[in-house]
């Protein structure tokens, strides 16, 4: 069971489920998405009183300056300094800015976070054939099979004008992403007492859905194969995982095979999900990865709406190699000289668990980036309706996919005092991220763990 929560740890792709509900436009309102309001995705073109910038998306894929086609780079912003610091004297002055997890964080460790607020951007664009596909998924895309699987073009994002919270947590778990990624990854679980469980993997996805040449549908059988192969801790050494994610679940569920070091044998895992707990430490939960991740049977979503949220973003240099984990990893939260935060508008989702059925987390507020549905920020609370724990993933721009990557993601544990920084690659060398390489279905097939189990 550990072994098979190891393995959703690694699988990058988000899934779902929703109930049914009413998703078409008229061609003439999709029409009006990338048009002189209208982001290609729907995001509003303008900016805000409050100092939301306009969007200008004029970088797609490089930008002046790119020091190359792949790998680290620091991006168009790395001259800017900070134009204020949020902390635990001023956060009442920003309080309407704020979620209700940063405010807990500044409280909770004053002298150990801190948010070193930037200028916001908006410049980075989406591929055409993003563009085109949203288009499409706007007058197309649908929650089926009592929201078990969605309709519509793979590699859009599918409702580009939610009207409901199931709706928009089909978004939150479909958004344009990578196609492929490969990376050393690393994660650092730090405990209240400052002692640090380090664990490695080398970590791959192929999502078919967000391939430009092959996307298909949504009712396309296989969403995307994952695979993860443990170099750390020594307790899960050898330890690999690959499998698939459907598409649609009322067809099919995640296939997960193992190669099981203690018998040195490849075996199909049993169903896990939900709230189990990710090695090496559990500070985390299966659906945690990404802000969310995993089916959202167990929750009554509401979209809350759009409003302007502090939140990481354009976050380049917190992955540069030239910073040392000793650096970067400290108590309490990662070093925050590191971590950019900017003005954006947000979209809110309340998920509520539902009556007669179990987790850790009995209300989740996900906060999603307007201009790409990315989850930047997640607020979980538990039983007694208490603040427990509060996550957020550090994207920036990827060159290989034209698309925002996640880097560092950080899950802090309110109640013990701890936190885990996962997908880590600052000390990885030639295995930093490479995003959208190609990948074989084979590389992720029961006989591919075993041979990285031998």
Not at 117 to 128: E, I, L, N, W
Not at 224 to 253: C, I, M, W
Not at 353 to 380: C, F, M, Q, S
Request: net charge neutral.
């Amino acid at each position: 069971m550990k072994h098979y929560a190891t393995a959703l740890l690694a699988f990058c792709a988000c899934w779902g489920a929703a109930l049914p509900a009413q998703a078409k436009v008229s061609t003439d309102k999709a029409a009006e998405l990338g048009g002189p309001k209208l982001t290609c995705l729907g995001a509003e073109k303008a900016g805000s009183p409050g100092g939301v910038p306009a969007y200008s998306g004029k970088f797609v894929g490089s930008w002046p300056g790119m020091k190359g086609p792949y790998g680290y780079d620091p991006g168009p912003y790395a001259g800017e300094k900070p134009l204020f610091t949020i902390n635990a004297q001023n956060a009442a002055q920003y309080a309407d800015k704020l979620t209700d997890g940063q405010k807990a964080l500044l409280q909770k460790y004053p002298q150990g976070y801190r948010m070193l607020v930037y200028a916001s951007h908006r410049d980075f664009g989406t591929p055409q054939w993003v563009c085109d596909a949203t288009r499409q998924d706007a007058v197309t895309s649908e929650v089926l099979h009592d929201g078990m699987g969605i309709s519509g073009a793979a590699g859009g994002l599918p409702f580009p004008f939610p009207q409901s919270g199931l709706e928009a947590i089909w978004n939150m778990i479909n958004p344009p992403r990578a196609w492929t990624e490969q990376a050393l990854t690393d994660i650092a679980d730090v405990y209240a007492n400052g002692s640090i469980t380090w664990g490695r993997n080398k970590f791959m996805v192929l999502s078919l859905t967000n391939d430009p040449k092959q996307r298909g549908s949504y009712q396309d059988k296989l969403n995307s194969y994952f695979y993860t192969s443990y170099l750390l801790p020594e307790r899960e050494k050898g330890f690999t995982a690959v499998g698939y994610q459907p598409n649609d679940f009322a067809h099919d569920a995640t296939q997960s095979w193992q190669y099981l070091p203690g018998i040195r044998r490849v075996r199909e895992a049993p169903e896990v999900g939900f709230d189990y707990p990710v090695p090496p430490a559990g500070m985390r939960t299966v659906d945690d990865d990404y802000g969310f991740n995993g089916s959202p049977e167990r929750y009554t979503w509401k979209l809350v709406g759009r409003k302007e949220i502090y939140v990481p973003y354009n976050n380049f240099r917190v992955n540069d190699p030239a910073i040392k984990y000793k650096d970067l990893v400290q108590p309490n939260t990662i070093n925050p000289d590191y971590v950019r935060y900017e003005l954006h508008r947000v979209w809110v989702l309340e998920g509520d668990l539902k009556p007669g059925v179990r987790h850790i987390y009995h209300r989740r507020l996900l906060y999603a980036d307007e201009d790409t549905w990315l989850t930047n920020w997640a607020d979980n609370y538990d039983a007694r309706g208490q603040l427990y724990r509060v996550n957020f993933v550090n994207y920036h721009y990827s060159q290989e996919c034209s698309c925002y990557h996640r880097g560092v993601s950080v899950y802090h544990d309110l109640s013990a005092s701890s936190y885990e920084a996962g997908y880590m690659v600052n000390e990885a060398g030639e295995h930093w991220w490479r995003i959208n390489q190609p990948l074989s279905p084979e590389q992720f097939s029961p006989d591919a763990a075993a041979r990285a189990g031998h």
